[in-house]
């Protein structure tokens, strides 16, 4: 952002002083404003708006007071060019108008109707700063987030930390927009959940710690310099679960398996690097391995369609495209006859046969004990990757195992069926 300013020359200036229950909508022009929250609202979320915030009308964003409660002024930036890997918006003008009288009793409460929780302005403790990026809705992910939240709570952390939690459901320039927003905002440290948001916020900053959660590989993603000494300003927890154990999965519950298929986005370094491995241990077994990729979730059911004709069982990594389309998945599977071995204990609660996954809840506990070292001094820097390996458990879906007339081995005895 341009330090500074301002220059109002060609620009336009907006206010709002909105209290919270006053449910007016104010006309923002156009997404990419940058907002600064004044008056009694200075703790409120700043940031630059985003589709998030905005209602979109007749082509226009009409700014949701919901989201940012209490008095803001929003300026007028430039718009981001549309396609992603174009360059990133940048602050045009920046001017800051005077506080807004607007301040009403109540106007900087927390509001229930926005996942963002805002601090109480009246109260004069300091709290931490916390932005959670998620790149699509699928129920790993959610249950990480849930795993953090509990993390912070049993670990004291709950009133000391505010948290500002995005989803950019499954598009990639939303999700620069909010790494944009973390960084106006000064976030203390950010939760990115799944590989492809550590991506994009570590592509925008190298100062804010960033916490990967569910990042199956950091060196394959490029975020770290090594697992043991990550060298920069991101660390994190990694789901990955060991490869054998997958393996086995495909073997012992398809003994008469020639050809396994795998589906997934070949844009998601998780996927590309688990299945890297997985087809070299399934080739050193003298299996044959055939690809079916996707570029986003609309591609999943005739990608799995096509798959399914040209092998013996499925696999499909621990993957946010697949994960967030398992249902469909999970029918032509069905359909087909065609079982499919899945990278986490969701994608089998979606009808997947079975996974040797690790626990997504425990994950973001562990994810949470890394934010707050981080909040207490520590640097990810020297921070070593942390993986749940040896904690990972088989989950088998009983239904599907009886739909396939797949007796389950003795080896797994101790699976949990879902
Ligand atoms: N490991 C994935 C990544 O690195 C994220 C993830 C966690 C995931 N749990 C999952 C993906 C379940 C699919 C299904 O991005």
């Known amino acids: 952002m341009v330090g500074g300013l301002p220059s109002v020359k060609g620009n336009w200036v907006k206010r709002f002083g909105v209290p919270p229950k006053v449910r007016r909508t104010g006309d923002l022009g156009q997404e990419g404003a940058d907002v600064r929250c004044v008056g009694a609202n200075k703790g409120g979320t700043a940031g630059i708006i985003s589709s998030l915030d905005c209602k979109r009308s007749k082509g226009r964003f009409y700014f949701v007071p919901a989201a940012r409660p209490g008095p803001c002024v929003a300026t007028q930036v430039r718009r981001k060019e549309t396609a992603m890997g174009q360059k990133r918006n940048r602050v045009l003008a920046l001017a800051l108008a005077a506080a807004l009288v607007l301040a009403m009793a109540g106007c900087a409460q927390k509001n229930s109707n926005t996942n963002t929780t805002n601090s109480n302005a009246n109260t004069s403790t300091k709290k931490y700063k916390i932005g959670i990026i998620q ?60 590989t492809p948001a550590a991506q994009a916020m570590a592509a925008q900053t190298t100062t804010i710690p960033i916490v990967g959660a569910a990042v199956t590989s950091f060196t394959a993603a490029g975020l770290v310099k090594s697992d043991a000494a990550p060298g920069g300003n991101v660390t994190g927890v990694s789901d990955a679960a060991p490869v054998d154990a997958q393996v086995g999965l495909i073997t012992n519950l398809v003994p008469t398996a020639k050809t396994v298929g795998f589906l997934y986005n070949s844009g998601e370094a998780n996927s590309v690097a688990q299945v890297a491995q997985i087809k070299a241990a399934l080739k050193a077994k003298g299996l044959a391995t055939v690809d079916q990729t ?15 004709q040209k092998c013996d069982i499925m696999y499909s990594p621990t993957d946010n495209t697949v994960a967030s389309a398992m249902p469909t998945v999970a029918q032509v599977s069905n359909t087909a006859k065609i079982p499919i071995i899945v990278g986490a204990d969701s994608m089998v609660s979606d009808g997947g046969l079975a996974t040797a996954g690790v626990d997504y809840l425990q994950l973001g506990k562990n994810a949470a004990t890394m934010a707050i070292k981080i909040l207490e001094g520590s640097k990810p820097a020297t921070m070593p990757i942390e993986t749940m390996t040896k904690d990972y458990q088989i989950y088998i879906n009983k239904k599907e195992a009886d739909l396939f007339g797949i007796t389950i081995p003795a080896v797994y005895k101790d699976a949990k069926l879902l």
Do not use: C, W
């Not at 129920?139 to 952390?157: A, C, N, R, V, W």
């Not at 989803?167 to 976030?187: H, L, V, W």
């Open 135 to 194: 790149p699509i809705e699928h129920p790993s992910l959610d249950t990480i987030y849930k795993g953090f939240q509990d993390g912070l709570k049993e670990q004291g952390y709950g009133d000391k930390v505010t948290l500002d939690f995005q989803n950019a459901q499954g598009d990639q320039s939303t999700m620069n927009t909010i790494a944009q927003r973390f960084i106006s905002n000064k976030d203390d440290v950010v939760l990115a959940i799944a």
């Open 294 to 308: 996707v570029t986003n979730t609309n591609d999943v059911q005739q990608a799995t369609q096509a798959l399914a």
